[in-house]
T-cell receptor
């Protein structure tokens, strides 16, 4: 049972345009979400996070939007750059008994075309 | 600050063998989590250790085990290897394992023949 889903395995975007990566979740207990970026042969690197008390968080070119009623979050990258080409994972966690674990999606491969 | 390190980076084993992977967290981090990444499956949570105790466990068979030492370094062991265990094994550390950013190592790529 995949509690966190990234339904688009890949996405291609022209340099300078907006990239929108989507993530859906099924567990309404999830209250903290993160996005990671992963290059080949490297571990994932943290990009941005959002708590369920917010519906938007922004950091430079990266903005994450959270729609709790739809159980949906999205990552916007504006403007997209060739160096953004990587696999992006969303992850979710629920505060339970004071310990936490993250459930990851299957990833979306973003290719930014120069 | 040095990042999360994992050794070895690459490993080739045959079916039935066992393997031990090592992870050194960022200095001061006490929580270490392990994940398995396979194509199309994303990152699957294996287990999490904090102060030498396993606090969380994913849905993996008992062949997968781990431990954490007093210096927060962690090891993961897989016994009786199967072909399906071929994957990238990632560890991530955080300060106390609460809802905070996890920092990942580069991973150990295991190939089982």
């Amino acid at each position: 049972d995949q509690q966190v889903k990234q339904n688009s395995p890949s996405l291609s975007v022209q340099e300078g345009r907006i990239s929108i990566l989507n993530c859906d979740y099924t567990n309404s207990m999830f209250d903290y979400f993160l996005w990671y970026k992963k290059y080949p042969a490297e571990g994932p690197t943290f990009l941005i996070s959002i708590s369920s008390i917010k519906d938007k968080n922004e950091d430079g070119r990266f903005t994450v939007f959270l729609n709790k009623s739809a159980k949906h979050l999205s990552l916007h990258i504006v403007p997209s750059q060739p160096g953004d080409s990587a696999v992006y994972f969303c992850a979710a966690s629920a505060a339970t008994s004071g310990t936490y674990k993250y459930i990851f999606g299957t990833g979306t491969r973003l290719k930014v075309l120069a | 600050k040095a990042g999360v390190t994992q050794t070895p980076r690459y490993l080739i084993k045959t079916r039935g063998q066992q393997v031990t992977l090592s992870c050194s967290p960022i200095s001061g981090h006490r929580s270490v989590s392990w994940y398995q990444q396979t194509p199309g499956q994303g990152l699957q949570f294996l287990f999490e250790y904090f102060s030498e105790t396993q606090r969380n466990k994913g849905n993996f068979p008992g062949r997968f085990s781990g431990r954490q030492f007093s210096n927060s370094r962690s090891e993961m062991n897989v016994s009786t290897l199967e072909l399906g265990d071929s994957a990238l094994y990632l560890c991530a550390s955080s300060f106390q394992g609460s809802q905070e950013t996890q920092y990942f190592g580069p991973g150990t790529r295991l190939l089982v023949l």
